[in-house]
């Protein structure tokens, strides 16, 4: 079964709220969990990804694509990283899930659909 973790902060925010050591601390453990998933063979893709703070909103004007800044006006947290896994169970996903949350404080899980809904 495959799933896609979702991990919402910003980055800005945390160097501001966060020690150097909680920092390091973090990291290595995001890098000792995408170690031990692709070493179980679990990991289908792991990255991260820039600050909400780069990011862009693409919305048609006019027939027009306009990019506007951020994810959203009033988001202080967005996506900032995320793992597609392969797992035996959903229990197992939420096992991994627990472990992120330890350090972003919520984390969504969304199973990955095997093709569009029937219509």
Excluded: H
Aim: glycine share 10%; aromatic share 6%; with cysteine.
């Amino acid at each position: 079964m495959k799933y896609m973790i979702a991990m919402f902060g910003s980055a800005g925010e945390m160097t501001e709220v966060q020690s150097p050591e909680w920092i390091t601390e973090m990291i290595q453990f995001m890098v000792g969990l995408d170690e031990k998933l692709r070493e179980s063979g679990e990991l289908v893709l792991a990255e991260g990804l820039t600050d909400g703070e780069l990011a862009k909103t693409i919305r048609l004007e006019n027939g027009q694509p306009v990019a506007t800044d951020g994810p959203f006006a009033e988001a202080k947290e967005s996506l900032i990283g995320f793992w597609i896994v392969d797992v035996e169970s959903e229990a197992r996903a939420v096992e991994i899930c627990g472990q992120i949350a330890a350090y972003s404080g919520v984390v969504e899980l969304r199973a990955i659909a095997a093709g569009p809904p029937e219509v």
